[in-house]
């Protein structure tokens, strides 16, 4: 008995073999759709694979065997299924259901594909819709997940999602105990432990929308979240009102912690790319600190780097960048509530890290290795700490400040909010930092702590220059012109965030390496384009302070290191004197303010950093000189005149927004901000069909090297930081005379040109 009942599973599964061989090709099935259906229903063998099966469950597999096939070619095991469900050994019944799910799955798969042929997709649809009306096959799955086989758990959640969706997709109704089982899950939680099970269904079912090309994914999500958008916020408020201290099995809780931050993730992803705004997809937003709330409980060290990584993804707008890369829709505009809802975010994290949250952040911890943590005895372990965590509590810091001071009234508000948070995140920092520290270059953290994650650096760099024209936007707008420039000027050292020093360890991190520069423009993976054109029109006008903060750059140098702001925190003088700060200045436009520069700067090295000073100039002519006041961001081809391409576009929510895979990411941030002049209309973001190449002399600078003084010390950085410009700009040019460059970088050539000419003007008033 025991070797036909043997014979009989062997040819079971050989024809289900041979059915998912076919089903993976995208062949075409010959036989009636009805003959495949008894091998696709797996509650023929759910029973004996589940060991934990409610009698509910038990009474469902007790009606499904009821499909038997025709006697074809299909049929000559027909009766396999009686032997199967009343004496096969367990690991036999698991692998012929795991290949059941597996092939629904891969049919499924064919049936969403354009590649599959048109009538095999069909026949595929006509089996799977037979299956869905013959049987309950979905309460048989929904069973399976309180499986103790965590495998089978996991292929049956992710089969189900792959049914649900079909059905959706084909506007088959969604069974009712399906729905009810979610709800009640959900709502009844934490009494109810099965909700766990509805957070890997409806993950699951989110990601295959998001994986569809067809153009009723919006709908088809529409449909699926107004079901359970109530149940979820009842979830969501349960799940994060417990007191993980008083629980008995955290790891449950943990459990239910991780499935509902994948699952929330991808619920503000769909209203990133879908336009979508249901409460589920905004909770996190309206209940920020329920989430922020988990990084303070004494859980794992993974669990609360998740979540605060979590967060930072939300802050800067790439949440779900790694789940929908490369098949998600197209971004959709900003909704009416983005706005509010950021700043909401930004106000609730700046609130928790004044309560004390980086305290509770645990950042030392094994060193992560490809082969596990441990460290075999006869190696000493290096202590280090971990960056993961410093780089995101860093950027939740400086990406919520820069949201907060969007909204800010004073600069006297912003200023005050700086010094404590910066003087908290720089406290958290230097411990962990080695060598650590000094007071005297506080603008050195964010090269420091981001020097493996460029995009995380250049991140951090964008949101500190957001803060300083934004903080210098609303110094200039004071009645005390000068004494509101001249604090400005001393946060900018003193709490690390000046955009010229920053910019500087940035080279210096990358050797001044015009090719790092050039891979780091065209990459579509860090936001390096719009940072750089913000910092070029900003160096355009602050070429003074850039020069002086080289200048003593290259006195204060080192053989090992190297200090920018090496013997002061600020740039500002000292009060007894009647002459104001070194501070943001004309960009040195005629030849007069050229050799006034000169002549401070001539003997800079004889004074310390905070005497140099500058010829005091008018409030207005500050004014005149500085950047213009921003305005909302626009299309470089929507220029009215050349007066508008000194306007600064900072609406930073905007442009986040458009965080986009692939090169149009960049190249939409371009548009944003690389000015708004009519001489800049050249810049196209469509690929060129011809090199937009002009005249070589209207577009690129030379730097003058003849105009260079013998002693390099005097104009060293700055020389360095002008080569790697022309190297750069010559390396865009040549690129762009191929037509490979994937943008038209005219505006930029033309930015660059004119920091190389004011750069030769500087240089020939010495």
């Known amino acids: 008995m025991r070797c036909v009942l043997a014979a009989k599973m062997k040819a079971f599964f050989e024809v289900l073999e041979q059915f998912y061989k076919k089903v993976l090709l995208g ?33 469902r597999h007790g009606v499904q065997g009821r499909h038997q096939p025709p006697s074809t070619t299909l049929g000559t095991i027909s009766v396999v299924s009686v032997c199967l469900k009343r004496h096969s050994p367990t690991c036999s019944a698991r692998e012929i259901m795991l290949l059941q799910l597996t092939v629904i799955k891969v049919m499924i798969t064919r049936i969403l594909s354009v590649e599959t042929d048109f009538h095999a997709k069909e026949k595929y649809r006509d089996i799977i819709t037979i299956l869905l009306k013959s049987s309950d096959i979905d309460s048989t799955l929904t069973c399976m997940f309180q499986n103790s086989d965590k495998l089978l758990c996991h292929m049956a959640a992710k089969c189900l999602a792959l049914l649900l969706y079909f059905q959706m997709r084909e506007e088959i109704a969604l069974s009712n105990s399906w729905i009810a089982f979610c709800k009640t899950n959900l709502s009844e939680y934490p009494e109810n432990e099965k909700a766990v099970y509805c957070l890997w269904t409806l993950t699951f079912i989110i990601k295959e929308i998001f994986k569809d090309t067809c153009s009723q994914k919006t709908e088809i999500l529409k449909q699926f979240l107004t079901l359970f958008d109530t149940a979820f916020e009842v979830f969501y408020n349960s799940l994060f009102s417990q007191h993980f201290e008083s629980c008995q099995d955290t790891s449950k809780i943990i459990n239910s912690l991780i499935c509902s931050l994948e699952l929330l993730e991808l619920l503000i992803a769909s209203r990133v790319h879908l336009k ?69 975010l930004a106000d609730a994290v700046l609130q928790a890290v004044d309560l004390g949250l980086l305290r509770t952040l645990s950042v030392h911890g094994k060193p992560p290795f490809f082969g596990g943590d441990e460290v075999q ?15 995101a509590a860093s950027l939740l810091i400086i990406k919520s400040l820069e949201i907060k001071f969007q909204n800010c009234a004073s600069a006297n508000e912003m200023k005050v909010g700086l010094q404590n948070f910066m003087a908290e995140l720089l406290t958290f920092l230097k411990p962990h930092l080695q060598p650590s520290l000094q007071p005297h270059n506080a603008c050195e953290w964010i090269s420091r702590v981001f020097i493996e994650q460029d995009d995380d650096m250049v991140e951090a760099a964008r949101a500190s220059l957001g803060i300083y024209l934004t903080l210098i936007r ?22 690390g965030y000046n955009p010229h020093c920053i910019f500087l360890f940035l080279l210096k991190n990358i050797g001044f390496d015009a090719s790092v520069l ?3 423009l065209i990459s579509s993976e860090t936001c390096f384009l719009e940072y750089f054109v913000k910092y070029l029109k900003l160096l355009q006008k602050d070429w003074t302070d850039f020069f ?51 002549s401070w700067v001539s003997d800079a090295s004889s ?36 007066d508008d391409s000194e306007v600064e576009g900072t609406d930073q929510r905007s442009a986040n927004i458009k965080q986009v895979s692939l090169h149009q990411e960049a190249v939409k941030k371009f548009q944003d901000t690389v000015g708004t002049s009519g001489e800049e209309k050249e810049v196209s973001l469509q690929p060129q069909s011809r090199p937009l190449v002009p005249k070589q002399s209207n577009i690129l600078f030379s730097v003058d090297w003849d105009t260079v003084p013998n002693n390099v010390s005097e104009v060293g950085l700055s020389s360095k930081t002008l080569k790697c410009f022309e190297e750069l700009q010559g390396a865009v040019y040549r690129l762009q005379k191929k037509n490979l460059f994937p943008y038209n970088p005219t505006a930029l050539l033309k930015l660059l040109k004119r920091i190389g000419a004011i750069y030769n003007e500087s240089m020939n008033a010495l």
């Open 548 to 598: 002086t903060i080289c200048k003593y750059f290259d006195v204060t140098k080192s053989k090992d290191n190297i200090n920018i702001c090496a013997c002061s925190p600020s740039l500002i003088q000292d009060t007894s004197s009647n002459q104001t700060e070194l501070r943001p200045s004309a960009a040195l436009g005629n030849h007069r303010n050229a050799r006034a520069s000169g």
């Open 607 to 642: 004074k310390p950093l905070n005497q140099l000073v500058m010829p005091k100039e008018t409030p207005a002519t500050l004014l005149a000189d500085s950047p213009s006041p921003p305005r909302a961001s626009q299309s470089l081809v929507d220029y009215d005149s050349s």
């Open 27 to 59: 062949a075409t099935l010959e036989n009636e759709s009805q003959e495949y259906i008894f091998y696709l229903n797996p509650a023929v063998l759910a029973q004996d694979c589940s060991t934990a099966a409610s009698p509910e469950c038990s009474n």
């Open 377 to 391: 005895p006869a190696h000493e372990r290096v202590p280090s700490p971990d960056h993961v965590i410093l780089r």
């Open 276 to 344: 979508l705004h249901f409460t589920c997809q905004r909770i996190l937003f309206l209940k920020p600190s329920c989430v922020l709330g988990v990084i303070t409980w004494p859980v794992q060290a993974f669990v609360k780097r998740r979540f605060i990584i979590f967060i930072k993804k939300c802050l800067l707008w790439k949440v779900g960048e790694d789940l929908c890369r490369g098949s998600g829709p197209a971004l959709m505009p900003p909704d009416q509530h983005l706005g509010v809802d950021m700043l909401a």
């Open 474 to 495: 609303e110094c200039k707008a004071a009645e005390s012109l000068t004494q509101e420039k001249e604090t400005c000027n001393h946060h900018t050292h003193e709490y």
């Open 518 to 520: 050039l891979d780091f």
